[in-house]
T-cell receptor, first 113, second 115 residues
Framework: DAKTTQPNSMESNEEEPVHLPCNHSTISGTDYIHWYRQLPSQGPEYVIHGLTSNVNNRMASLAIAEDRKSSTLILHRATLRDAAVYYCILTDAGGTSYGKLTFGQGTILTVHP | KAGVTQTPRYLIKTRGQQVTLSCSPISGHRSVSWYQQTPGQGLQFLFEYFSETQRNKGNFPGRFSGRQFSNSRSEMNVSTLELGDSALYLC??????????????FGNGTRLTVT
């Protein structure tokens, strides 16, 4: 599996935008970029995923670099409920890694009131 | 739609015993995956089932097994429990045939403590 690198922790203030970076320099052409987050005492929660183009949904935006070697998860207005561990994960669509997400250590996001 | 349901939420077992955990996926989802989460190793993939067939397996000993029923509900079993099996066990379901391109929806897990 291609590896991702994320900062261990980041801090933000409530109602400000948050940009969470992820490096994946060994990404292959068929790898999707997924973001999940895990709030305390809960299972991971899907946030967003994409292949080449930037993606938006009700939770966040995903900005993918042109060379796809990095990406950024954007939370437009952080709330206290966004405090969580954020995981950037690559998956090989069409491969045989069915159901397998390789979680790294993720980024611990702290949101200050 | 109801989310992924895992039962029980908490379980305490003794070394050497066996345990069965249950997972009900989101209605219509046919892919079910299992994960183990510990403070030391983080989240690790156990196995994945689709239409009652195991399609993928992680690097866990044979004491860890699973199955999926025709209604997509899944169970995992751990035999001869060891202290190191204490963990949060998470189940996830996916609506796509290829879950690598479909979101996984996780339950809140079963917390297993082995004493």
């Amino acid at each position: 599996d291609a590896k991702t690198t994320q900062p261990n922790s980041m801090e933000s203030n409530e109602e400000e935008p948050v940009h969470l970076p992820c490096n994946h320099s060994t990404i292959s052409g068929t790898d999707y970029i997924h973001w999940y987050r895990q709030l305390p005492s809960q299972g991971p929660e899907y946030v967003i995923h994409g292949l080449t183009s930037n993606v938006n949904n009700r939770m966040a935006s995903l900005a993918i670099a042109e060379d796809r070697k990095s990406s950024t998860l954007i939370l437009h207005r952080a709330t206290l409920r966004d405090a969580a561990v954020y995981y950037c994960i690559l998956t090989d669509a069409g491969g045989t890694s069915y159901g397998k997400l390789t979680f790294g250590q993720g980024t611990i996001l702290t949101v200050h009131p | 739609k109801a989310g992924v349901t895992q039962t029980p939420r908490y379980l305490i077992k003794t070394r050497g015993q066996q345990v069965t955990l249950s997972c009900s996926p989101i209605s219509g989802h046919r892919s079910v995956s299992w994960y183990q989460q510990t403070p030391g190793q983080g989240l690790q993939f156990l196995f994945e089932y689709f239409s009652e067939t195991q399609r993928n397996k992680g690097n866990f000993p044979g004491r860890f097994s699973g199955r999926q029923f025709s209604n997509s509900r899944s169970e995992m079993n751990v035999s001869t429990l060891e202290l190191g099996d204490s963990a949060l066990y998470l189940c996830a379901s996916s609506g796509g045939r290829d879950p690598t391109n479909s979101p996984l929806h996780f339950g809140n897990g079963t917390r297993l403590t082995v004493t």
